[in-house]
């Protein structure tokens, strides 16, 4: 069986600080591994995804992850937050091996302080 | 591109009443997803649709829940009788193909009283 595990449920943090949010998972097949934001009032939006190839993925507004399998994670990263970083951020892998079925994480809250 | 839109946005009921939420997914994405977050917990999955078709509904709880989607169009998910243990933020996705990212509308927060 295939699971998530979210290490922080918060997160705080001053702007333009470095922050990493932990992911680890398990899994008995290939694994597809995602993050996903959800802003205030907003639905899930996708991050960044990692399929195969590279094992540091590039997302979108300035995140990063890795992909560690010896480690079984995939941390996201950003160098310097900025105060419209603060969110719910939801790390999730693909069941069978797909984007289907997504398992989701319980979601690490980033609150970013001035 | 209109995104995926669910409706009601709120919806607040007393124990044992219905309630029906609806999704309408972006335009020509087969693949319609409903997945729930309960009490701050994981989102799990709930069922997939492929068109009208049910292709995983392995994740629904009980028989007090219905998803149909007549049509391929969108798609509803009936709570009938409601529990209290049925709040919760019902998320609804759509993909245009099997290995496509998930979009996902603003969910619908469900209440039980």
């Known amino acids: 069986a295939q699971s998530v595990t979210q290490l922080d449920s918060q997160v705080p943090v001053f702007e333009e600080a470095p922050v990493e949010l932990r992911c680890n998972y398990s899994s008995s097949v290939s694994v597809y591994l995602f993050w996903y934001v959800q802003y205030p009032n907003q639905g899930l939006q996708l991050l960044l995804k990692?399929?195969?190839?590279?094992?540091l993925v590039k997302g979108i507004n300035g995140f990063e992850a890795e992909f560690n399998k010896s480690q079984t994670s995939f941390h996201l990263r950003k160098p310097s937050v900025h105060i419209s970083d603060t969110a719910e951020y939801f790390c999730a892998v693909g069941a069978s091996g797909g984007y289907n079925k997504l398992i989701f994480g319980a979601g690490t809250r980033l609150a970013v302080h001035p | 591109e209109a995104g995926v839109t669910q409706f009601p946005s709120h919806s607040v009921i007393e124990k044992g009443q219905t309630v029906t939420l609806r999704c309408d997914p972006i335009s020509g994405h087969d693949n319609l997803y409903w997945y729930r977050r309960v009490m701050g917990k994981e989102i799990k999955f709930l069922l997939h649709f492929v068109k009208e078709s049910k292709q995983d509904e392995s994740g629904m709880p009980n028989n007090r829940f219905l998803a149909e989607r007549t049509g391929g169009t969108y798609s509803t998910l009936k709570v009938q009788p409601a529990e209290l243990e049925d709040s919760g933020v019902y998320f609804c996705a759509s993909s245009p193909g099997f290995n496509s990212p998930l979009h996902f509308g603003n969910g619908t927060r469900l209440t039980v009283t």
């Open positions: 990692y399929l195969s190839g590279s094992t």
